[in-house]
Every structure is written in structure tokens, then in C-alpha cells.
């Protein structure tokens, strides 16, 4: 069984750049949740994805759009970057059908904005 | 609005020692409670999870409580060791959606 796996690690941009950040969920699990944590906070929800629809949605511009694929692998992209994006962004996976369902969490991409 | 507010903010003891986290909600109507250990560059990794019904959980040197009455939580870390060294994140999930409210953390550092 592999892990929630985020790519790219790292990820330098300059104010106005887009950029896409990618994460493939955990295997037998078709939700995803995105996270941003500013250094020293706690992680703020995005939005999350449930079979290639956003059902779910945190106080975020429409800047920020994401994508889910059929094998439950998703996208974060965030257009017009701004210094403030600069954030560790996490991705979660989960199977909805459990009651107490865990979101496992990748290991991020940590966005610099310049 | 729910909220979850963690205390301290940041914590400093000695290998060997107890320490206590604190973690205040106001999710209602609550669903349960999870306690995150996240290590600096990490993604956060699950400790323990609580359900309105559970008052105490233990997973190793980890011992979580729950009071659902004053939406209070308690993470208690026996016997420090340096790998403890982390950000502790409680995070509620309420009945209404799937949505998580994540406390903003309490940074712990272990010194030897």
C-alpha cells in the first residue's frame, strides 16, 4: 500500500506566476483534501474533492481551483500567485464510506513566493 | 463560527519530563476529535482519535482526553524523548459535512 505522494517537493514562483501543485492519493482512498499552513499555524482547509467533484470548499478566492482525476489524483492551482500563498501545502486522502474516516497526509510542497 | 484554540503556543522541557497539551473547540455539533503529531517538513500523522463517548485514549507514552461538556481536550506525552520534538495539531470534525477545523498547534521542544 503507497502513501499520499506530493509533488514537486519544493517550488520557488514570483508574484503573478501560476502554479500547479500535484498529489496522488493513498491507495483504496477517493477523497482529497487540500490544505495551506503559513509557517507556524495550523493548516487551513482549501477544499476537498470526492469522486472528481469539489464538494467542499474553505475561505479561499477563486484563484485557488483544483482538479481530481479518475484514479483520485488531484491538482491544486493557484493563479495571479501573491507573497502571501508562500505556505506548505498539504495534500489529505480518505475513503469517504467510513464514519470515522482518517485523512492520511502527504508530506507537502513548500511554495516560496517572490 | 467553530474554532479550535490550542495552548500553549510553544513549549520547552527536558528529556524525561510530562508535559500536557490543551485544546479548546467550539465545533458543534461535534463528531470527533483527532490529535496530529506533525514533524518540521512533514505532512501530519494521526495519535489518537476521540468520539463523544470516550473520555480517555492511550496510544504508548500518548494519553488523550475528552470532556465533551466544556469541548476541552488534553493530549498528555509521558516520559519525553527527543523524537517527541514536533508540532501537537488538534483537529475536530463536526457532524455537519466533512469538514476539519485544525487548531493552530502547540510547537513542543525536547533538550537533552
Known amino acids: 500500500e503507497t502513501g499520499v505522494t506530493q509533488s514537486p517537493t519544493h517550488l520557488i514562483k514570483t508574484r503573478g506566476q501560476q502554479v500547479t501543485l500535484r498529489c496522488s492519493s493513498q491507495?483504496?482512498?477517493?477523497?482529497v483534501s487540500w490544505y495551506q499552513q503559513a509557517l507556524g499555524q495550523g493548516p487551513q482547509f482549501i477544499f476537498q474533492?470526492?469522486?472528481?467533484?469539489?464538494?467542499g470548499r474553505g475561505n479561499f478566492p477563486p484563484r485557488f481551483s483544483g482538479l481530481q482525476f479518475p484514479n483520485y489524483s488531484s491538482e491544486l492551482n493557484v493563479n495571479a500567485l501573491e507573497l502571501d500563498d508562500s505556505a506548505l501545502y498539504l495534500c489529505?486522502?480518505?475513503?469517504?464510506?467510513?464514519?470515522?474516516?482518517?485523512?492520511?497526509f502527504g508530506p507537502g510542497t513548500r511554495l516560496t513566493v517572490l | 463560527k467553530n474554532q479550535v484554540e490550542q495552548s500553549p503556543q510553544s513549549l520547552i522541557i527536558l528529556e524525561g519530563k510530562n508535559c500536557t497539551l490543551q485544546?479548546?473547540?467550539?465545533?458543534?455539533?461535534?463528531?470527533?476529535l483527532r490529535w496530529y503529531k506533525q514533524d518540521t517538513g512533514r505532512g501530519p500523522v494521526s495519535l489518537t482519535i476521540?468520539?463523544?463517548?470516550?473520555n480517555t485514549k492511550s496510544n504508548g507514552r500518548y494519553t488523550a482526553t475528552l470532556d465533551a461538556d466544556t469541548k476541552q481536550s488534553s493530549l498528555h506525552i509521558t516520559a519525553s524523548q527527543l523524537s517527541d520534538s514536533a508540532s501537537y495539531i488538534c483537529?475536530?470534525?463536526?457532524?455537519?459535512?466533512?469538514?476539519?477545523?485544525f487548531g493552530g498547534g502547540t510547537r513542543l521542544m525536547v533538550k537533552p
Open positions: 474533492y470526492y469522486r472528481e467533484e469539489e464538494n
Open positions: 485544546c479548546n473547540y467550539t465545533v458543534s455539533p461535534f463528531s470527533n
Open positions: 491507495s483504496g482512498h477517493n477523497t
Open positions: 476521540m468520539t463523544f463517548s470516550e
Open positions: 489529505a486522502s480518505s475513503f469517504s464510506g467510513r464514519a470515522w474516516n482518517e485523512q492520511f
Open positions: 483537529v475536530v470534525r463536526g457532524n455537519a459535512g466533512n469538514m476539519l477545523t
